[in-house]
């Protein structure tokens, strides 16, 4: 089996700064690209960014300028440093990634349990 644990949200003010994290553990064998979406109250969850394995990444336009994505391949762990903050990035934070397990022929999407970021005006 294959797990995503997430930390790092909690409650900031409106120009302040969060990273989460997202470590992969379990049966891996390779992991493919890796993502963070997030998801407010009320509305469907939506991209925030991605990254592939050799680090090439693609931010959607709200987040762009503010939001870095990065990965550490050897702890297999994905990040997501988020800067100058808005209200309107309060949501439950989720990571993505497309992971092969071993002993199977095929990959799939695997997503952690989510993370609170609450960012106050």
């Known amino acids: 089996q294959v797990q995503l644990v997430e930390s790092g949200g909690g409650l900031v003010q409106q120009g302040g700064s969060l990273r989460l994290s997202c470590a992969a553990s379990g049966r891996i064998f390779s992991i493919n690209a890796m993502g963070w979406y997030r998801q407010a109250p009320g509305k469907q969850r939506e991209l925030v960014a991605t990254i592939t394995p050799g680090g090439a990444t693609k931010y959607e336009e709200f987040v762009k300028g503010r939001f870095t994505i990065s990965r550490d391949n050897a702890k297999n762990t994905v990040y997501l440093q988020m800067n100058s903050l808005k209200p309107d990035d309060t949501a439950v934070y989720y990571c993505?990634?497309?992971?092969?397990?071993?002993?199977?022929?095929?990959?799939?999407?695997?997503w952690g349990q989510g993370t609170q970021v609450t960012v106050s005006s």
């Open positions: 993505n990634a497309n992971i092969k397990e071993r002993f199977r022929s095929i990959s799939r999407d695997y």
